[in-house]
């Protein structure tokens, strides 16, 4: 059944291997859980509920990609976006969190649209390979940072920039001119939670070295229990965990479009639909190149479908009551693991629904120190593709390294992406009208400049955003 339906061996996998993927994806963004329901309670919304519209949206949504499109990726509440619906609905302030979930539901109706109209399709014929791969390398080193801040092992910490809960809402990391190194044995001694993650990170490493399938899975569970005795990871949560939502609390199909008609709202709306656009496309690209199926013949295709699963998934949260749905980054830990078709998604997704009941509390003992190492590692593996760039055409390496080093110091996989397409538009545009060597000329899209006008715009007129 699994071979009929997901074509296993044409993708050169196995059920085993697929279903272990998919528990690995799960873990690693397990963290979702419990972190939304704690950003979004200063809205006024009850935790219990949050974390119940979280698990079950997650859950749906990631059954859908791996049943209607067969990819391997996960979905779930986005991390950036979530932050920023917290600040326009906090408690007290001009939006209700009912009027947001309104915002939420029509950027979800702006976004299928554009999936229907070809734009976001377009995106991936217009872009060239160069920032492809290179969207691929940002992505590793942004998962990098995130492992590296999760497991309290911050190697450049930015002086203004985010701390460890600041990185968690989704904050962005300032003041890019100057850092300090903050690593030292001390700290290791002084910091459980570093030790914990270096211990994990060397299981990591030697699991994966070896080539145990399962390795980053098996180094998760490892790495959890050595940091019982250590203190890290907090057993006494099986008992006291309930998360159990009060029905009456439930923000299921509480929208509110009362403000319709306001200039706030629909200046929350695209705020959401640029911020969407650029990540998810990001996140969709990075990881399907990873997993080889943009090569394949069916692969535009099934990214188109991917496309539209990703955008109908912003407005199913908000019909559940959560932020906005989208393809989850921690998905390459699976497809590292050899997660290849979307057996690995639905196994993700049943881990979300089973997580309701079932799961909760052992979700909530795995401690941050023991999935960073499986974000460290995935962010080596990704780092290979930065090979395939053109490093000796400055052209083409200048817009991929500004794409590569941006997301993860400016903690944003948008601003790689903008910041990427603009100088590739400005240097080869500028190559192909003035340059004297005509053969040396750089195919430019016009779709291209047409994204990096609307990437302009974005800092122009919501800088404030």
Known sequence: MFERYFKLGEHGTNPRTEIIAGITTFVTMAYILFLNPSILKGTGMSENAVFFAT????????????????????????????????????????????????????????????????????????????????????????????????GEISGVTFIGGPSTEAIKAGAPAVNLLFFEWNIGIANFVANKAAALTVIGLLIAGVLTTLRIRGALLISIVLTTLIGIPMGVTQIDKLSTTSFLPNFSDLAVGKLDFSMLGSGLFWEVVIVMVFVELFDSFGTLVGTAQRAGLLNRPDGEKRLSRAMFVDGAGVSIGALLGVTPMTAYIESAAGIESGGRTGLTAVTTGIMFLLSIVVLAPFAAIIPDAATAPALIIVGVLMMSSVRHIAWEDFGIAMPAFLTITLMPFTYSIANGISIGVVAFVILNGARNAFGKDKTQKVEVHWLMWVIAVLAVARYVFLAGQ
């Open 55 to 150: 698990a079950l949206g997650a859950g749906l949504v990631t059954l859908m990609m791996g049943l209607f499109v067969n990819f391997p990726v996960g979905l779930a509440p986005g991390m950036g976006l979530n932050a920023y619906f917290a600040v326009v609905a906090a408690q007290g302030g001009t939006m209700t969190w009912q009027v947001a979930l309104g915002a939420v539901f029509v950027s979800g109706i702006f976004f299928i649209l554009l999936t229907i109209s070809g734009f976001r399709q377009m995106l991936v014929k217009a872009l060239p390979d160069s920032l492809k791969y290179a969207i691929t390398v940002g992505i590793g080193l942004f998962i990098t940072f995130i492992g590296l801040k999760l």
